[in-house]
């Protein structure tokens, strides 16, 4: 009788979990629902009927999608290569240059390794607000405003948490492995990318998902760094669907809104089982 009750209990909290969980799904899902909707419907309606689905005389079709990507005298696809070239440029020099750091600092842990660790660490914390106009001035003087050099400076930003997740994971792969590696006359740099840069796989991924999910959709860093007249990324070109007067068309901008979140959506549908994978790995072993 005490087994059966307590199944029963136990069934009535997961149903209640089930519920609580699906709400807060339905929280997060929502504004992304809202952009889909109105992406479908005239700017008019779009101000006053923001949550209606799109009838057979507010739908605007796909004449958003055109007006948005044809608007002004700045074409789409260029933004869309820019953001494309810096967030793939951005993202395997975060992942080349913090994967060797950490197995640096892992692997030495000395006294200035323990400092360069922290420090990187910190970094998390600081806001980008203290540091952005003296970030501007800095990228400015050393030729870092264009999308070829621009990588660098998220390399700066995005280390913090790359280092950290790498240091953990490689805490947890044996010594003993490179020390043979060694034995049969490999280098450290043949060491690393022999045998270490391959079990950092998981890790590597979650922290790749991670920065060009940040990268792609970053809009103050390109706006203070770049020339926005010659490079204009997704986010700033959809910043830029302005009429005479200030006037926006809500619509081509929900249109705009939605093919920039798709690319990201399915590349974080495809790889999100690695996340929780790679992040457990770097954040708690070692």
Avoid at 98 to 116: D, E, G, L
Wanted: with cysteine; aromatic share 14%; net charge positive.
């Amino acid at each position: 009788m005490n087994t059966k009750n307590t199944l029963t209990a136990e069934r009535r909290r997961k149903n209640i979990l089930s519920v609580v969980l699906a709400a807060i799904c339905i929280i997060y899902v929502l504004p992304v629902l809202t952009v889909v909707i109105n992406s479908f419907k005239q700017n008019t309606y779009v101000k006053i009927e923001t949550f209606a689905l799109p009838t057979a005389e507010s739908s605007a079709g796909f004449q958003n999608f055109i007006t948005g990507m044809t608007f002004g005298n700045y074409p789409f696809w260029k933004s869309v290569a820019y953001s494309a070239l810096i967030t793939i440029v951005s993202t395997v020099l975060i992942l080349l240059c913090t994967s060797m750091a950490a197995w640096y600092i892992a692997r030495v842990n000395s006294k200035f390794c323990k400092i360069v660790y922290y420090l990187c660490v910190f970094s998390m914390v600081v806001p980008f607000q203290m540091v952005m106009y003296t970030l501007s001035k800095t990228a400015d003087t050393l030729k870092l405003n264009t999308p070829w050099t621009i990588p660098i400076v998220y390399l700066g930003f995005g280390a913090g948490l790359a280092i950290f997740m790498f240091v953990g994971f490689v805490k947890s792969i044996p010594l003993e492995i490179e020390e043979a590696a060694s034995i049969d006359g490999c280098g450290p740099i043949r060491t690393f990318f022999s045998v270490v840069f391959p079990m950092l796989r998981p890790t590597m991924i979650s922290v790749g998902i991670l920065e060009i999910m940040w990268v792609w959709n970053d809009y103050l860093l390109p706006y203070l760094v770049l020339d926005i007249n010659e490079y204009r990324t997704i986010p700033i070109h959809i910043q830029y669907l302005k009429g005479s007067y200030g006037t926006v068309d809500l619509g081509a901008t929900m249109a705009l809104i939605l093919l920039s979140i798709i690319p990201v959506i399915i590349f974080y549908l495809s790889c999100q089982k690695y996340i929780i994978k790679g992040v457990a790995a770097g954040a708690v072993k070692g």
